[in-house]
């Protein structure tokens, strides 16, 4: 962002403005600073910090500052090792010849926050209970391939595979994306589960940073770990803010209430830029906002349908009006960014008189009120989203209209984000399928593998296909993804499934999203990534 011309002529002269618009002195805080206290909100709240229990993007940035992973991911979103002391690859040795034996070589030395060791016993016993089926567990996708880990010496960790698996990096204990860290076998070894353990509101982790208090709906802190292998932080203590209105969090970032907001989006990029000794940081990401269907349910059985939805929202317009212009609207599920996308597929364009011949031809007759039926069903769909979000919900009423006038009526319900993220067990929105229309985001993982999100194997309660997409041809594609360690055969087969999840509207894709932060520009040494943002927090200071 540039500076605008007051503040330069200050900076030339070794002075700044402060937040009143008095000169201060280069070097020093504002005022509102709090040295070493990062405070920062995503405008959520959270049910449970274990991440082994939450597949959730805002429990993920907060396990990467305090959690334990083998790797981690730097600023161009490739691995590096954490706890493992090299990136296991062909090359190396630490792929075998046929793919299917992962070695891993551990730290020596390294001591969880509670002061015992680590070693290879936690990761075994992670796997463990990863697949203990008494455990809420979203998504067992990969882990469920691993038939046993041999631990030679207490320092190496051999994972045996039934097949070759892509996707092992994020997936087993990497920091990126929603996984499963390793867990401390010392402290959880004699319970028979771990969904209501004492652990999983006070985590003990391997990270930089530790838990130190969590006032349910208000706020998580964490301190700096003295413990941590590789030193200890410059921040001395991190303080997650539980906002969940995003009107709030505007005002909270003007009060400088707290120091970073991430994500936001572009409905309110024009009001954060303005802020005063506010900085804002813009660039491309790998979250897509999304409108998933209930394939399950009967009104869309028929293809023609699907695609009458899709036609009658004007994407473009939303990115443009409730936007400011930011975001990437395209048909693909994988950024623009990322190594496997397919830059091939045409958009898919805004038109209602298309929608309406759609559903014409497949028979859906209007009624006295302007509501489509066919064979005695209505096309009266139940929406569900999120509660805190005034953007999307302006998203919502735009569509509503659009879809009101090709003959469809929807009926809103909002719901927490604990609530509505809830695990299957636990009665969750999305993996219960309680909805037949939802709104939300999903993020692309390093390795690009989407077997999670619309392989049929994976509809809930064994996996995150929320939408209930089920066709043979993605399942092979993604099978065969899965065994291939080799990119140009991965986006070849990407491009495949690229394709037929936009033919068959699996998903509606509303548009890739730009990462934003706003942030106190007494901030220091901040360079996160698409995947894993706080992943580089060492020498970030306040």
């Given at each position: 962002?540039?500076?605008?011309?007051?503040?330069?002529?200050?900076?030339?002269?070794?002075?700044?403005?402060?937040?009143?618009?008095?000169?201060r002195?280069?070097?020093?805080?504002?005022?509102?600073?709090?040295?070493?206290?990062?405070?920062?909100?995503?405008?959520?709240?959270?049910?449970?910090?274990?991440?082994?229990?939450?597949?959730?993007?805002?429990?993920?940035?907060?396990?990467?500052?305090?959690?334990?992973?083998?790797?981690?991911?730097?600023?161009?979103?490739?691995?590096?090792?954490?706890l493992?002391?090299?990136?296991?690859?062909?090359?190396?040795?630490?792929?075998?010849?046929?793919?299917?034996?992962?070695?891993?070589?551990?730290?020596?030395?390294?001591?969880?926050?509670?002061?015992?060791?680590?070693?290879?016993?936690?990761?075994?016993?992670?796997?463990?209970?990863?697949?203990?089926?008494?455990?809420?567990?979203?998504?067992?996708?990969?882990?469920?391939?691993?038939?046993?880990?041999?631990?030679?010496?207490?320092?190496?960790?051999?994972?045996?595979?039934?097949e070759?698996?892509a996707?092992?990096?994020?997936?087993?204990?990497?920091?990126a994306g929603?996984?499963?860290?390793?867990?401390?076998?010392?402290?959880?070894r004699?319970?028979?589960?771990?969904?209501d353990?004492?652990?999983?509101?006070?985590?003990?982790?391997?990270?930089?940073?530790k838990?130190?208090?969590?006032?349910?709906?208000?706020?998580?802190?964490?301190?700096a770990?003295?413990?941590?292998?590789?030193?200890?932080?410059?921040?001395?203590?991190?303080?997650?803010?539980?906002?969940?209105?995003r009107?709030t969090?505007?005002?909270?970032?003007?009060?400088?209430?707290v120091?970073?907001w991430?994500?936001?989006?572009?409905?309110?990029?024009?009001?954060?830029?303005?802020?005063?000794?506010?900085?804002?940081?813009?660039?491309?990401?790998?979250i897509y906002?999304h409108?998933?269907?209930?394939?399950?349910?009967?009104?869309?059985?028929?293809?023609?349908?699907?695609e009458?939805?899709?036609?009658?929202?004007?994407?473009?317009?939303?990115?443009?009006?409730?936007?400011?212009?930011?975001?990437?609207?395209?048909?693909?599920?994988?950024?623009?960014?990322?190594?496997?996308?397919d830059?091939?597929?045409?958009?898919?364009?805004?038109?209602?008189?298309?929608?309406?011949?759609?559903?014409?031809?497949?028979g859906?007759?209007?009624?006295?009120?302007?509501?489509?039926?066919?064979?005695?069903?209505?096309?009266?769909?139940?929406?569900?989203?999120?509660t805190?979000?005034p953007?999307?919900?302006?998203?919502?009423?735009?569509?509503?209209?659009?879809?009101k006038?090709?003959?469809?009526?929807?009926e809103?319900?909002?719901?927490?984000?604990?609530?509505?993220?809830?695990p299957?067990?636990?009665?969750?929105?999305?993996?219960?399928?309680?909805?037949?229309?939802?709104?939300?985001?999903?993020?692309?993982?390093?390795?690009g593998?989407?077997?999670?999100?619309?392989?049929?194997?994976?509809?809930p309660?064994s996996?995150?296909?929320?939408?209930?997409?089920?066709?043979?041809?993605?399942?092979?594609?993604?099978?065969?993804f899965?065994?291939?360690?080799?990119?140009?055969?991965?986006?070849?087969?990407?491009?495949d499934?690229q394709?037929?999840?936009?033919?068959?509207?699996?998903t509606?894709?509303?548009?890739?999203?730009?990462?934003?932060?706003?942030?106190?520009?007494?901030?220091?040494?901040?360079?996160?990534?698409?995947?894993?943002?706080?992943?580089?927090?060492?020498?970030?200071?306040?």
């Amino acid at each position: 962002m540039k500076m605008r011309r007051s503040e330069a002529a200050f900076a030339i002269a070794g002075l700044a403005l402060s937040a009143t618009g008095k000169v201060r002195a280069a070097g020093t805080r504002h005022p509102y600073t709090i040295p070493h206290v990062l405070r920062y909100t995503s405008g959520s709240d959270l049910n449970t910090l274990n991440p082994l229990l939450l597949q959730d993007f805002n429990l993920g940035l907060l396990s990467s500052l305090t959690m334990a992973w083998l790797v981690r991911y730097d600023t161009n979103n490739q691995p590096f090792p954490e706890l493992a002391t090299e990136v296991p690859t062909l090359r190396n040795g630490g792929i075998s010849k046929d793919g299917k034996a992962i070695t891993f070589r551990l730290r020596k030395g390294v001591v969880w926050s509670d002061g015992a060791p680590f070693d290879a016993k936690d990761v075994v016993f992670t796997w463990k209970q990863v697949m203990n089926l008494a455990n809420n567990i979203t998504d067992r996708s990969g882990w469920d391939l691993i038939t046993r880990i041999d631990t030679p010496d207490p320092f190496t960790a051999i994972f045996h595979l039934k097949e070759p698996y892509a996707a092992f990096l994020p997936t087993f204990c990497g920091s990126a994306g929603a996984n499963p860290c390793i867990l401390p076998e010392h402290l959880l070894r004699d319970a028979p589960n771990l969904n209501d353990v004492a652990y999983n509101s006070n985590p003990v982790g391997i990270g930089p940073f530790k838990y130190s208090s969590w006032q349910r709906t208000v706020q998580i802190e964490m301190v700096a770990n003295e413990r941590y292998w590789r030193g200890k932080p410059k921040l001395e203590k991190i303080v997650f803010r539980v906002i969940p209105d995003r009107n709030t969090v505007l005002t909270q970032l003007m009060t400088h209430e707290v120091d970073l907001w991430y994500p936001f989006g572009g409905a309110y990029y024009d009001r954060v830029r303005v802020i005063p000794a506010i900085k804002v940081l813009r660039r491309s990401g790998y979250i897509y906002n999304h409108i998933d269907l209930n394939l399950d349910r009967s009104v869309f059985k028929e293809v023609a349908v699907r695609e009458a939805l899709r036609y009658a929202v004007d994407r473009q317009l939303i990115v443009d009006k409730i936007g400011h212009g930011i975001g990437i609207v395209q048909e693909s599920v994988m950024a623009p960014s990322h190594p496997l996308y397919d830059p091939h597929i045409p958009k898919v364009p805004f038109d209602l008189n298309k929608a309406n011949a759609l559903l014409d031809g497949a028979g859906w007759k209007r009624g006295a009120d302007g509501i489509r039926s066919k064979n005695g069903v209505r096309l009266s769909l139940n929406v569900a989203a999120t509660t805190g979000t005034p953007d999307a919900d302006a998203q919502i009423a735009l569509i509503q209209e659009w879809w009101k006038e090709i003959g469809i009526e929807t009926e809103i319900h909002r719901y927490a984000p604990p609530i509505f993220f809830a695990p299957y067990a636990n009665g969750g929105i999305v993996y219960n399928g309680k909805f037949d229309v939802i709104f939300f985001a999903w993020q692309n993982d390093t390795v690009g593998d989407l077997t999670n999100i619309f392989a049929s194997k994976d509809i809930p309660p064994s996996g995150q296909n929320d939408e209930r997409y089920r066709n043979a041809f993605v399942d092979k594609k993604l099978e065969a993804f899965r065994h291939t360690y080799d990119l140009s055969r991965q986006r070849e087969l990407s491009w495949d499934v690229q394709r037929q999840i936009v033919k068959d509207v699996a998903t509606i894709v509303m548009n890739f999203r730009e990462d934003m932060y706003g942030f106190n520009d007494d901030l220091q040494n901040f360079h996160p990534n698409a995947v894993t943002p706080f992943d580089d927090m060492m020498n970030v200071d306040i």
